[in-house]
């Protein structure tokens, strides 16, 4: 069983940065691809950014792509999403999820077998 427990989010001005931690205990997740998605009220939950097992690999939403920075650590057991030029419209609650071992990590949360409880990011204009 492992659990997620993420953190960083808050309010900030559009234009400035964040960076959400999500720190993983219970198991290690350094085998096992790693990713952030977003959920806004009356939206699904959606693809923000992935990385691979060994970090090697990182993929983004064309939403995100320039803008935020999906890494790992995993001698802490923890990933993180750093996020610059924040918009109003990346306001959501942004959850991490542990998807399959020794993978690049998918697009899809049906990919993630474990989630944390989430972290509220919004940003004003």
């Known amino acids: 069983q492992v659990q997620l427990v993420e953190s960083g989010g808050g309010l900030v001005q559009a234009g400035g940065s964040l960076r959400l931690s999500c720190a993983a205990s219970g198991r290690t997740v350094s085998r096992y691809a790693m990713a952030w998605f977003r959920q806004a009220p009356g939206k699904e939950r959606e693809f923000v950014a992935a990385?691979?097992?060994?970090?090697?690999?990182?993929s983004y939403a064309d939403s995100v792509k320039g803008r935020f920075t999906i890494f790992r650590d995993n001698g802490k057991n923890t990933v993180y999403l750093q996020m610059n030029s924040l918009k109003p419209e990346d306001t959501a609650v942004y959850y991490c999820?542990?998807?399959?071992?020794?993978?690049?990590?998918?697009?899809?949360?049906?990919?993630?077998?474990?989630w944390g409880q989430g972290t509220q990011v919004t940003v004003s204009s």
């Open positions: 990385i691979s097992w060994n970090g090697g690999s990182t």
């Open positions: 999820g542990v998807g399959r071992q020794f993978s690049y990590g998918g697009r899809s949360p049906a990919e993630y077998g474990y």
